[in-house]
Nanobody, 123 residues
């Protein structure tokens, strides 16, 4: 089992920044690819970003590429999502996700989920 806990969500104005963090515990963190998904009200959960076990492969959804940056620290068992130039359409609950390599950017392909953290971007 891998337990994931997100932090760092909140309310921010459009154009602002937030940094989300996810702390992992349980199994060996470096054995897992990590990612972020989000779910806006009335919409399906969607892929945001992913990073492989050592950080040399990173993937982003087109809607966040150039604005969001995913990173991980295997020594601290954490993965982060730096979100810049936030837009109202980025408003959602953000979920941390973990799975064995290769990371599959689909909800059905994820084994472990965090409980989510709310991000609200006001216009």
């Amino acid at each position: 089992q891998v337990q994931l806990k997100e932090s760092g969500g909140g309310l921010v104005q459009a154009g602002g920044s937030l940094r989300l963090s996810c702390a992992a515990s349980g199994r060996t963190f470096s054995n897992y690819a990590m990612g972020w998904f989000r779910q806006a009200p009335g919409k399906e959960r969607e892929f945001v970003a992913a990073i492989n076990w050592n950080g040399d492969r990173i993937y982003y959804a087109g809607s966040v590429k150039g604005r969001f940056t995913i990173s991980r620290d295997n020594a601290k068992n954490t993965v982060s999502l730096q979100m810049n130039s936030l837009k109202p359409e980025d408003t959602a609950v953000y979920y941390c996700a973990a799975d064995r390599e290769p990371f599959k950017p689909s909800v059905a392909g994820i084994t472990y989920w965090g409980q989510g953290t709310q991000v609200t971007v006001s216009s």
